[in-house]
């Protein structure tokens, strides 16, 4: 959401100093911040863009206090601090991150790519990172009754959009981490979603009048979960802190998240809090007629007298529909660019980046990435119509075999049995083709389906042309 500029800037700092801290910075312009948003990279904590020196911050993740190692990418942060906007660098008082939910997984959707955990569903899409020791990287890794623990952003319904899921560890404590939809004093109980909460037993803190009500946000902790009643016995329960409370009206906040609430541009909530616009709000990646239920957008603004965000700036995300599994054929620092089947690829602020080869270098950039290495590209056509991508997302990955590779854009016709997705030559004349429902169909059906559709191919690459074992109008454009 910075100037092209200050990101520039920001990511020359991440790529000099190898993801290291550079010590305070404090400095005038700078001004108090909340900030609430996924983790994309470390050197210091990169959260919405912005680079926070997280030298002098306390660092928690689940009310425990952890080394920055003990954080992850992938993972939503709330982090207070101060911000020079212009140069999109901050420092961090504190960095605190609280999973969704820690628990067992009852229920696995793989048609609808959705899981449930705790009575809460999570939507798992492709900007879902997984952290070790799920194998593969996606749904598939997963099987019912494995404990783990879901990073992400909630969105209408209660259904959470997880941005990271890993490995719960054997002591840790069952989690849910959501707004209370109502309670029943006599029994002491509440529902989060379809989860009731026993907190008869529970330690309470943070609640004004004592005990928690509807529409709280709050964190249940315990030990014990009956599956059958889809019931958590509570040992905790807290009043959560949201990126508003800290700050006085003008204060300064910045949240990414999707939209839970739409009645109109000048009224909607993110995440369950209320934003508005005026007429000097400037729209990125879109206009307000591009706002609706689940949009993930991030906004930046002050706070009004009533905890309203008037946001300054709103930036509607752009859907990463551009998907690449294959080698690095080059790598230039100075330009923050990479070569991937003849593709230019940018890095910016905003870029996720990933680690799951075997070295797992957690402090992870594109300083890292060498000319061999297999590397997983999401991202979106910038500039449009330029055949160049913007990484939303950089995974290095274990060598795949025997030059196998992945790509995933819009078809573009070319020469019969041959199409194009960003100037890549996909041959598919021997490949094996589908359409949206999952049918065989013959070329003709399929070269006549794919136009203007996003596809999704697999086979193996010479240069820059993919000779297809598999191609398939991908039913799900918007992951």
Request: with cysteine.
């Amino acid at each position: 959401m910075k100037t092209t500029l200050a990101a520039a800037g920001a990511l020359a700092v991440l790529v000099a100093c190898g993801g290291g801290s550079t010590g305070s910075m404090s400095r005038p312009g700078m001004q108090s911040v909340v900030t609430s948003g996924t983790i994309t990279a470390f050197g210091s904590v990169f959260v919405n863009g912005v680079r926070y020196d997280v030298s002098a911050a306390t660092l928690k993740k689940n009310d425990t206090t952890v080394a920055q190692s003990g954080l992850a990418v992938g993972e939503v942060a709330l982090v207070r601090g101060r911000e020079d906007a212009q140069s999109g660098e901050g420092e961090a008082e504190s960095v605190e991150v609280e999973d969704r939910v820690v628990g067992p997984i009852t229920m696995i959707d793989a048609a609808g790519n959705q899981l449930t955990v705790l009575g809460q569903t999570i939507s798992v899409t492709a900007d879902t990172s997984f952290g070790p020791g799920i194998t593969p990287a996606d749904l598939t890794g997963l099987k019912s009754g494995d404990s783990i623990e879901v990073s992400g952003l909630p969105g209408s319904g209660g259904v959470i959009m997880a941005t990271r899921i890993g490995r719960a560890e054997s002591a840790e404590p069952l989690q849910v981490f959501g707004t209370v939809g109502s309670v029943d004093a006599a029994m002491h109980t509440l529902m989060i979603n379809a989860l009731t909460v026993d907190f008869s037993a529970a330690n309470l803190s943070g609640f004004a009048s004592g005990e928690p009500a509807a529409g709280d946000l709050v964190i249940a902790r315990g030990t014990v979960f009956d599956a059958t009643a889809v019931k958590l016995t509570a040992t905790t329960l807290r009043k959560a802190q949201t990126d508003r409370d800290d700050q006085a009206e003008g204060g300064m906040v910045e949240e990414e998240g999707l939209i839970t609430r739409f009645a109109s541009a000048t009224d909607f909530d993110v995440a369950g809090e209320k934003v508005t616009t005026t007429a000097s709000t400037v729209f990125k990646n879109g206009t307000a007629a591009d706002l609706a239920l689940n949009v993930r957008v991030e906004v930046r603004g002050t706070l009004d007298a009533n905890k309203v965000l008037v946001a300054d700036v709103v930036e509607i995300e752009h859907i990463a529909v551009i998907g690449l599994a294959a080698t690095v054929s080059g790598v230039d620092t100075t330009m923050n660019t990479l070569t991937v089947l003849g593709v230019t690829i940018s890095v910016d602020t905003n870029t996720r980046f990933e680690d799951e080869s075997d070295a797992q270098v957690h402090m992870f950039s594109l300083t890292d990435v060498k000319v061999g290495d297999t590397v997983l590209v999401r991202g979106y056509e910038h500039p449009a119509g330029s055949g160049m991508v913007l990484a939303t997302r950089l995974v290095r990955l274990p060598p795949l075999p025997m030059m196998n590779v992945g790509v995933r854009g819009p078809f573009t016709a070319s020469t019969a049995t041959q199409f194009k997705i960003l100037g890549i030559t996909i041959d598919a004349t021997s490949a094996k083709l589908f359409g949206k429902g999952g049918q065989s169909l013959t070329a003709a059906e399929f070269f006549t389906q794919a136009v203007g559709q996003i596809v999704d191919v697999r086979g193996t690459a010479t240069g820059s042309t993919v000779t297809a074992s598999m191609a398939i109008i991908d039913p799900q454009e918007d992951r």
